[in-house]
């Protein structure tokens, strides 16, 4: 059956001694708490991959990476390639996050190569999609996130799918306090599940693990959590305090 999953996005904040002292608060924490059921995901910058994957090797806490190039290797200034990601034992990475979508021009293609980069690396992918306030309003959201996900990752066969964790989150949701309500999530959540069945089937689109994201905190994620296609959260801003992400963590 698919995994419950709670990832925790920190973008671009934190020092190394920040994000240090925060792991260690989420390791105590989660030592007192968890029942290890959920796994567990810290995706920081960069820099901070092989320091923070070192301090939580003697735990089950998986490590992921923000972003990867399109490229394999060669004279991409800047870029970071997959297996530069794979040999500092990356456990996972984030594509297509809406941030990287609006702000650097990652259309759907480059997404799609992204995600065969990964794969190729046996790093598992979290695919994010979510249409705007504008698209909802419009009554467009089933489609474009539909079309986020077939573009994506359609051309995968079903055995490399399942190393793909998809992420709803809606833009006009994320970093605004704005939540979908539970059912609005449920009722995407499903609609992605639905769309992954008829392409890859129903056993396949029952192992993949959906999860929500967009202003979760403690006061609402169990509310969400408890929906049948929401298995699990991609957190952002509440994934900065100890406290609020093992609460998060515990409110399966
Ligand atoms: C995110 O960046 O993936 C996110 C969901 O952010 P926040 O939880 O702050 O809305």
């Not at 690396?121 to 999609?129: L, P, Q, R, T, W």
């Not at 298995?231 to 609020?244: R, T, Y």
Request: proline fraction near 3%.
């Amino acid at each position: 059956m698919r995994k419950n999953i709670v990832a925790g996005n920190w973008k671009m904040n934190l020092t190394l001694p920040e994000a240090k002292d925060l792991v260690e608060g989420i390791k105590n924490q989660l030592s007192n708490n968890t029942d290890g059921g959920t796994e567990v995901i810290l995706i920081p910058p960069f820099p901070f991959l092989t320091e923070i994957k070192n301090q939580v090797v003697d735990s089950a806490i998986s490590v992921g990476a923000q972003n990867c190039s399109m490229y394999k290797s060669g004279a991409y200034t800047g870029e970071v390639a997959a297996n530069m990601l794979a040999s500092v034992n990356t456990d996972y990475a984030l594509v297509g996050h809406s941030e990287r979508r609006e702000y650097f021009n990652e259309i759907n293609q480059v997404l799609a190569e992204k995600v065969n980069r990964l794969l190729e690396n046996n790093i598992k992918v979290i695919y994010c999609c979510g249409e705007s306030l504008e698209e909802r309003k419009e009554d467009k959201h089933f489609n474009v996130v539909e079309t986020q996900v077939e573009l994506g990752l359609f051309h995968l066969s079903a055995d490399e799918v399942k190393n793909v964790v998809v992420a709803y989150e809606p833009v006009w949701a994320i970093g605004t306090g704005e939540t979908a309500s539970p059912e609005q999530a449920q009722e995407m959540h499903a609609h992605i599940r639905r769309v992954l069945a008829a392409y890859y089937g129903d056993d396949v689109a029952e192992e993949i693990s959906i999860l929500y994201g967009g202003s979760v905190k403690p006061a609402n994620a169990q509310e969400l959590f408890q929906q049948t296609d929401i298995d699990g959260g991609l957190i952002g801003g509440a994934s900065l305090k100890a406290e609020d992400f093992v609460s998060i963590i515990n409110a399966f």
